[in-house]
């Protein structure tokens, strides 16, 4: 990956919906090799997708608390099933496994405070070998997530 790729990378980072001509006029090249370039940085896997960034409580998912879960049985299949039924729940933006205690950082997105607590006590409560969960309430967004640094090179 050379310097153009990367300030390509930054470029769609900023803005996933540029032209492809607008892109390449950013980036110093002309529309076919810009073109080439982006393609070949999908199918190298950096690039891995392409999503609108939404406003959580325009679309009803304003209370976006984190989790932390400890669990009380971490043998594989008990850790499978947890992450396989984890990764299932569409209240689950995010889920992290970590190194030492807590065992998986959460990222939930609900409503309110209300549905939160359904969700805890009907749904994330219930998944095999939990024995702790414990709720992180922002108080507001310092930085919202800006896309990954790519350095010139």
């Known amino acids: 990956m050379d310097r153009t790729d990367r300030r390509i990378l930054r470029e769609l980072q900023r803005d996933g ?4 001509a607008e892109l390449a006029s950013r980036v110093d090249l002309t529309p076919s090799p ?6 070949q940085l999908e199918q190298d896997g950096v690039i891995t997708g392409y999503r609108a960034l939404l406003d959580g409580a325009a679309v009803g998912r304003g209370f976006q608390p984190f989790v ?7 043998d594989r299949a ?3 099933e947890f992450e396989q039924r984890v ?17 998986y950082l959460l990222r939930i997105a609900v409503a309110d405070i209300a549905a939160y607590e359904r969700f805890i006590t009907d749904v994330l409560s219930g998944l095999p070998g939990i024995a702790q969960v414990n709720s992180l309430l922002t108080m507001k967004r310092v930085k919202a997530d800006a896309g990954l640094p ?4």
């Open 17 to 20: 919906r540029l032209t492809n």
């Open 34 to 39: 810009c073109l080439r370039r982006v393609r």
């Open 68 to 74: 932390t879960v400890v669990m009380r049985h971490e």
């Open 78 to 80: 008990t850790v499978a």
């Open 87 to 103: 990764a299932a729940l569409p209240e689950v933006v995010e889920a992290h496994r970590l190194f030492g205690d807590p065992d």
């Open 150 to 153: 790519v350095t010139p090179g």
